[in-house]
């Protein structure tokens, strides 16, 4: 539980992972050698801080993202896929990890990395389906307010002012909008014919530098491929798809591998989206007691977001959002320990392969040990590592790994802590009755949410027990809402 010491968690993690002999293995001589020290966030932390963040990378993290990395080579080679795009920012650190494995046993597999954000893809294609533009501008999410929102639409700061005196909501632009107002918001904003303006221009000033960057990216090339990123959603893989269908002039099905999805978009093809650990309708257990906000947070890049494109003599660059100093040598660290894991693994597969080891497994090739990979054992074990990391972290854990700067938004002008420090009271607000209410609009006032709740339970250190038995509850029927849902949709 939160509760347990440096020496009780790491036996926890490690008991787990004595399970499954296939992810364990690598770990065998940082037992007995010791932990690993990460270069790169030694000014970071304090040793025992430290000692957690080593932690929790290379027994928890490592295994399951190497686990995912694996399983999307053998479903991409299987299917004939010759070119995989891992999209930024969440598809880094499985690009670093893929690259490893295509170049150590030379798959037939080009790795690329595809710099990308929602807001760098979407903006440039708002023009064409304006419907669908103001349901991204206008979605929920984490303390919204009208500044995010208009950031969303791609609006100048001046462009901003003028449409929020229009609109009657001058000097309002930071005041949080409750979840059930927003669609009142939607209704003004379509109202206002200088926003629509707004929106359509900058989205079709920014569309050829997209065009241009995905076809320089060879995502109009004639190579069966597929996306990898994390999930949630899946919008990504449809806009895509749409962009690039546009500019080959056909109709292009477009596959993605996702960690997981809770829903997919509208109108799409449900066998276009493979999912590894969750998928619509289904993985209850997994949703409850997982966080795709600390996912996103902890398998992350060191560069900031993708703004837009930039036209250098034909060449085109991605312009990044910038990040702090601190926030890179984090990220890099992370990097650091998951490619020792991935090295580690990569060379117990070599010994593996044309030499006779006792009591060992014997593979000829990669494609041969991906095909005997044990992928329900592997998911069991990633759950049991998640389960705890993300849903009963230590007070260490949450104070190093909820410290990261989180932002569920396009810009990420505003971003908090992932663990947000809450009060009890705030606690006691996001519980199950009283956060439904809320949201339904049945009862006013304003919810402060936080990206980990989990965290932020553990790092308020009063009745966290209670507050984490019924932020759980609140999770089942959230997903239990959503199965419902997407069981009617399926059936209809």
Sequence with gaps: MWKDSKKARFERYLACLKE???LYQPLQDLVQAGKKQSICTAELFDREQQDAFEMVNTYVLAPALNAYVLWVLKEAMASGKKRLYFLARDGYLMYRTAQVYCRTFQLPVECCYLCCSRYSIRIPMFHMDMEEAMDYICRGGIDVTMKKILNRAGLTSREQAEILDQIGMKDRQDVIIPYAQIPDIRKKLEACESFGQSVVRHSKEALPNLAGYLKQEGLTDDVPYALVDSGWVGSMQKVLGRMISSLCGKEIRLEG???????????????????????????MREKVYFSNCLFEGVFSAPHGMTLRYRNEDGYYRPVYADITEEHRKFMKGIEELILLYTGKKAAVLQTQMGKTQTGAKEYRSLEEYLSQMDIEQNHQTTHK???TFMGEPTKKEAEVFGRLQFSDDVLEESGQEIAAPLSQQELADNHVGNKILTMLGIKKGHVKESAWYE??????????????????????????????????????
Excluded at 264 to 272: I, K, S
């Design 455 to 492: 965290g932020s339970a553990v790092r308020g250190g009063r009745d966290v027990e209670k507050h984490l038995r019924r932020y759980a509850g609140y999770k089942y029927l959230l997903y239990l809402r959503k199965k419902r849902i997407w069981s009617k949709r399926k059936d209809g």
């Design 385 to 387: 590592l998640l389960r």
């Design 257 to 283: 591998y996702y960690w997981g999805l809770y829903e997919l978009p509208e109108g799409v093809r449900a066998e276009d989206y493979h999912c590894y650990y969750f998928s619509p309708g289904s993985n």
């Design 20 to 22: 499954n002999p296939d």
